[in-house]
DNA sequence: ATAACATATGAACAGTTATTCAGATGTTCA
DNA sequence: TGAACATCTGAATAACTGTTCATATGTTAT
């Protein structure tokens, strides 16, 4: 209902109104967008990346993660704890050993387009 | 050729060697790991969000985005910076405003994919 | 019950980052 | 040339985040 620009703090004169309205009214709902955002900064951290990336071929529990990545048992414990509350891996323990595997297919389709990107842009 | 696992740093021993050695050779490089946790780095940003999202609906200047985020001018300037250093976005000048639109197609595609995990899981 | 092992967790520290502020640059027009 | 405006930039600050360390929890086997 609110299209009305608020331009007072952007201390900017609004050159395109049109414009600005136009593209309010199709975004996505700001809502949307900070969760966006929050999935792509837990995507957005190098060890994340590769503890997906695995993922992506096999099932694998905390101490063989850590090996394959050659860092210790916590750090990779944390970050899988924040793979698991964005719901992008899920784990099962067995005995002693919790496997994680993921916990959605988008995953490896945004990491394709996003490889994609990177190998144009060089 | 070096598939031995260290795991002088991860204090675990190794439960799987085999599922190790077989992730680690289908693994992408790590560089290219790396890479793309800076690209998933770039959009984990509620405000470089929100300037993409609205930039797939139409080519803005800098002020209008200022505008439409209702943010100051120069917040927005210091993150199209970024997003232009990724290839994310490209520039035009026109006199004195500058408009700023998509550089990637596939920026798109990735949005939509974290778009549908996002609503798949709450 | 106790030792051994895999995993989880909380606190602390170091490094990173988004925004703001002040001011610089570049362009247009009178 | 100088005023007005759009944009850019560097420095400073405040907030956030990943890793490490020490320790806790949970499971198995002796």
Same mark, same amino acid.
């Given at each position: 209902?609110?299209?009305?620009?608020?331009?007072?703090?952007?201390?900017?004169?609004?050159?395109?109104?049109?414009?600005?309205?136009? =593209?309010? &009214?199709?975004?996505?709902?700001?809502?949307?967008?900070? $969760?966006?955002?929050?999935?792509?900064?837990? @995507?957005? /951290?190098?060890?994340?990346?590769?503890?997906?990336?695995?993922?992506?071929?096999?099932?694998?529990?905390?101490?063989?993660?850590?090996?394959?990545?050659?860092?210790?048992?916590?750090?990779?414990?944390?970050?899988?704890? =924040?793979? &698991?509350?964005?719901?992008?891996?899920?784990?099962?323990? $067995?005995?002693?050993?919790?496997?994680?595997? @993921?916990? /959605?297919?988008?995953?490896?389709?945004?990491?394709?387009?996003?490889?994609?990107?990177?190998?144009?842009?060089?």
């Amino acid at each position: 209902m609110d299209k009305k620009i608020n331009a007072d703090s952007c201390n900017c004169t609004i050159i395109h109104e049109d414009v600005v309205n136009k =593209v309010k &009214k199709d975004m996505p709902k700001e809502e949307k967008l900070y $969760d966006l955002a929050d999935l792509f900064k837990v @995507l957005g /951290d190098s060890t994340r990346v590769r503890i997906l990336s695995a993922l992506f071929h096999a099932e694998m529990c905390v101490c063989d993660i850590a090996a394959l990545l050659n860092m210790n048992q916590s750090a990779i414990s944390h970050q899988l704890r =924040v793979l &698991k509350q964005s719901r992008l891996v899920k784990n099962r323990r $067995d005995g002693k050993v919790v496997y994680y595997s @993921l916990d /959605d297919e988008h995953v490896k389709s945004i990491f394709d387009q996003g490889l994609i990107h990177i190998n144009e842009k060089d």
